[in-house]
């Protein structure tokens, strides 16, 4: 008998000669806030993660002579003492002295010109990948022409309501024991607004149009199944105009970064910034430090807009109750569970079969979305 198999054998990456570089990231605006600069340490394939800079001395050295200091805050997140806005026709260079002794600074930067986004809009679409969803589409138009190249960002706020939230809620009995008592909900959050933030690079350039014109450009897809657009929702999309250093660095980021598998994506080696060390030349240091006219505007929508009675998307979690028992040989059963927050009263077992309780409960997130997001609508919101 001949017998055949496939098997798959594990890979043990080595890596050798690794190198400690410091990396840089800030962009400042035309905002008048309190801007950020990222610093961290590049990290080995096996580590958690990138490792902060905590200990340096940041600052902006501005054309007119004007120094804004930083300070760190936390997770090598460094913002200055005093908000400010970047002005046009100024120079500003990033300059970083590191607790070891070394010293950083970044080229010359200017901020780019203004353009505003003139129009956004929800549209109910089927996607290139043949999916039903909602696509956010952003216009702009520049009649100098001399933004061309675009970034964008947003951020999302939705409502979210709990599918399985009751007026009541089960604590253990304070007498003790597996016994619980069914009282008031006070705690469980029904309706809550959380906040998801842009992970990818979203770019465009109008550098082979006729006009520096942005149309019906899509920044954000979301699909019909996804709960976020359930009920309501928000989207904040903010517009940078970027010059062609930065613009160029952030292409070839998001080429280098977008292939699916790590072995068979473009292997970048090093990406130039315009940070650079001012001790030895040759030391690679990585990031940029951009100045960039921002532009914003949000848009509301509910679900209903566009799917008119039509079935909501599932929820984030499939919420089927259980009714374990009080508790059992072993012990106690449903008062851990209770307590330890895995799960909420989900309405009463009036008919307990064998191995069940008198009470239903669901797990958190469907009976209490602040595990989603916070329970206090945003200032910004809309009805």
């Known amino acids: 008998m001949l017998i055949c198999y496939g098997c798959i054998e594990p890979f043990n990456a080595v890596f050798e000669d690794f190198q400690s570089a410091l990396v840089i990231e800030g962009t400042i605006t035309n905002e008048l806030k309190l801007h950020q600069i990222v610093l961290t340490r590049t990290y080995e394939f096996e580590a958690d993660g990138p490792s902060p800079e905590t200990t340096a001395n940041v600052r902006i ?32 260079q990033l300059e970083v002295d590191t607790q070891d002794g070394k010293s950083y600074a970044s080229e010359v930067v200017q ?56 007026s009541d ?23 809550c607004y959380p906040t998801d933030f842009s992970n990818a690079l979203i ?17 954000r897809f979301v699909n019909r199944n996804n709960y976020i657009i359930s009920h309501r929702y928000s989207i904040l999309v903010r517009q940078f105009v970027e010059s062609n250093d930065a613009y160029t660095f952030f292409e070839t980021l998001n080429e280098f970064s977008g292939s699916e598998s790590l072995l068979s994506q473009t292997q970048p080696g090093f990406l130039q910034g315009n940070i650079f060390s001012k001790d030895d030349e040759d030391e690679k240091v990585l990031g940029f430090f951009n100045a ?18 039509e079935r909501l998307p599932p929820y984030v979690e499939d919420c089927k109750p259980s009714s374990p028992p009080i508790a059992s040989t072993g012990g106690c ?11 909420v009263y989900a309405g009463d077992n009036p008919e307990p079969r064998v191995g069940q ?25 809309i009805e």
Request: glycine share 10%; aromatic share 14%; proline share 5%.
């Open 203 to 219: 770019l465009t350039s109008t550098a082979n149009l006729n006009e520096d014109r942005v149309s019906n450009f899509m920044v």
């Open 292 to 309: 960039s006219s921002v532009s914003e505007k949000r848009l509301f929508f509910n679900y209903d807009d566009f799917y008119p009675g």
């Open 61 to 92: 050295i501005a054309g007119d002579g004007t120094t804004f200091s930083f300070e760190h805050v936390g997770d090598g997140v460094y913002v200055p003492s005093e908000a400010f806005a970047a002005q046009f026709g100024v120079d500003y």
């Open 357 to 381: 309780g008198p009470y239903f409960i669901v797990s958190r997130v469907c009976g209490d979305c602040s595990v989603l997001g916070p329970e206090e609508q945003p200032d910004f919101w």
């Open 333 to 343: 059963i449903i008062r851990p569970i209770l307590e330890a927050g895995i799960g």
């Open 111 to 166: 901020l780019t010109s203004s353009t505003s986004i003139d129009d956004i809009r929800a549209e109910r679409i089927i996607n290139d990948d043949g999916q039903d969803g909602m696509g956010i589409f952003i216009d702009s138009f520049d009649p100098t022409g001399s933004s061309v190249n675009y970034r964008y960002e947003f951020i999302e706020t939705y409502r979210v309501i709990a599918p399985e939230w009751f």
């Open 169 to 191: 809620s089960l604590i253990g009995d304070p007498e003790g024991g597996c016994g619980v008592i069914r009282i008031p909900n006070r705690t469980d959050a029904r309706i």
